[in-house]
Every structure is written in C-alpha cells, then in structure tokens.
C-alpha cells in the first residue's frame, strides 16, 4: 500500500514538473517574441 502512495506521490510531482516547464517555455518564448518585435520596431 505504502509503495503505492510513494508512486502516486511522485507522480504527482513529475506532473506539476511538467506543467512547470512547459508554462517556462511559454514564458521564454512570449518574452523572446516581444523583445523580437521591439527590436524590429526600433530598428526601422
């Protein structure tokens, strides 16, 4: 029974693991959008 808690328990924690990293990908990629679109702006 035990085993079966600490299974579900790290499952858990890769889940939100994971959840984690994509919403940082999705940070670092909306942040190097911007900076791309301000960068052309300030270019032209």
């Known amino acids: 029974m035990r085993d079966v808690l600490q299974q579900r328990s790290s499952l858990r ?4 693991l994971m959840r984690l990293a994509v ?3 999705i940070l670092a990629g909306t942040w190097f959008i911007s900076w791309q679109l301000a960068h052309a702006i300030t270019v032209s």
Not at 13 to 16: H, L, P, Q, R, T
């Open 13 to 16: 924690i890769e889940s939100a």
């Open 23 to 25: 919403f940082a990908v």
